[in-house]
């Protein structure tokens, strides 16, 4: 038992400590927001770290309108492709889907993922729409093909759900995005607050004192240094789950909550020519990446994850601070980050 002369060793919020199922994060809450019908996620991969030097956008803090050094995280965001519409009823056992309405044009890369019927009617699966609707989402996926960073072209699906306005409004807004690309504009902008939700890295099993951050045994232990005193009392005679022990480290889903987007940089046309508002790349590229060729978000500080992993973004559930307009960046690092 913690105290505050002897706290415990390694936090019990986060049990079990074993190894997430899916690389692509599960989002089982979404708050409810009051403006229009809109989507309320989004997912990129991350691609790495910079710095950027910004006009401080806190009104108390004592460099107000100075100038700041910032740590970001650079996620690549293409746009996502909508591949369905899904609808769910409330029951007494939770959320239920009634029915769901795919595409007639789906993604070639689609077919790599999940089975693809060769004919398939959207009108029939619309006269088909019943039930009591109270859930409105999007089956997106997204098109690793795109980059050049993520050795993939198999898309990753996953859920976005629409929130605001009427269930009617949600339903129309839902099917007008049908087979249909989403940009991250679409979901936010820079300055806003959003939660990202990642899979960390994994580093396999380790033993208590890296796991759990528990003291090393003193030098006349027998035997060993690297472990546990106890592993608990006589009685109850059994080796409870809040006893550090070795196993699984990373590897597990976890939120960051309360994020700012610093900025959201998309594809600008220069005399005829498509290229991105700001280039983010460093000079030799990403480590383990490699270039940013299409939109990409910066986060202020860090994201759980490697580079390459899959990460979504959810409207924040816990927002105490207030959105900003626009921050304003003076400086992007485009220095190496191999280390030399």
């Known amino acids: 038992m913690g105290s505050a002369h002897h706290p415990r060793r390694g936090s019990m919020a986060y049990y079990p400590r074993k190894r997430v199922a899916s690389p692509i994060p599960r989002i089982r809450s979404w708050p409810e927001i009051d403006d229009g019908p809109r989507i ?10 910079t710095h950027v030097f910004t006009t401080d956008w806190r009104k108390h803090t004592t ?36 029915s769901e309405v795919w595409s007639e044009n789906l993604d070639k890369e689609l077919t790599r993922r999940i089975p693809v019927p060769k004919e398939y009617s959207t009108e029939k699966a619309l006269k088909k729409i019943e039930g009591d609707i109270e859930e409105v989402r999007l089956i997106v996926h997204t098109q690793p093909k795109l980059m050049s960073g993520v050795p993939k072209k198999a898309p990753d699906i996953m ?5 605001g306005g009427t269930v009617d409004e949600r339903k129309e807004y839902a099917l007008a995005l049908l087979g249909k690309e989403i940009k991250f504009s679409d979901f936010k902008h820079s300055g806003q607050f959003v939660d990202v939700i ?4 994994g580093k396999g099993f380790q033993g208590h004192v890296k796991r759990f951050g528990v003291k090393l045994l003193t030098h006349k232990n027998s035997k060993h240094r690297r472990m546990i005193g106890t592993l608990g009392p006589w ?4 080796v ?7 196993g699984q480290m990373g590897y597990h889903q976890r939120t960051e909550y309360n994020k700012r987007i610093i900025k959201y940089v998309d594809f600008v046309e220069e005399n005829g020519v498509r ?3 700001m280039d983010i790349t460093p000079d ?5 990446y490699g270039v940013v060729r299409n939109q990409y978000v910066l986060i202020h500080g860090s994201v759980p994850g490697p580079a390459k992993r899959l990460v979504r973004f959810r409207d924040p559930a816990r927002q105490i601070l207030e959105d900003v307009e626009s921050i304003e960046i003076t400086y992007v690092s485009l220095q190496s980050k191999q280390g030399v």
């Not at 309320?40 to 770290?49: D, N, P, S, V």
């Not at 050094?69 to 029951?91: C, D, Q, S």
Request: charged fraction near 20%.
């Open 159 to 163: 859920e976005v759900r629409v929130g």
């Open 198 to 201: 990642g899979v960390t890295k």
């Open 235 to 238: 009685h109850p005679d059994w």
């Open 40 to 49: 309320q996620g989004f997912a990129g991969y991350k691609a790495g770290m």
């Open 63 to 98: 460099t107000a309108g100075q100038e700041i050094w910032t740590p970001v995280t650079v996620i690549e965001v293409p746009p996502l492709k909508v591949a369905g519409v899904r609808f769910y009823e409330r029951t007494m056992y939770g959320l239920k889907t009634t």
């Open 275 to 277: 290229k991105l508002e």
């Open 240 to 246: 409870r789950y809040s006893v550090p022990q070795g």
């Open 284 to 288: 030799g590229g990403f480590p383990h």
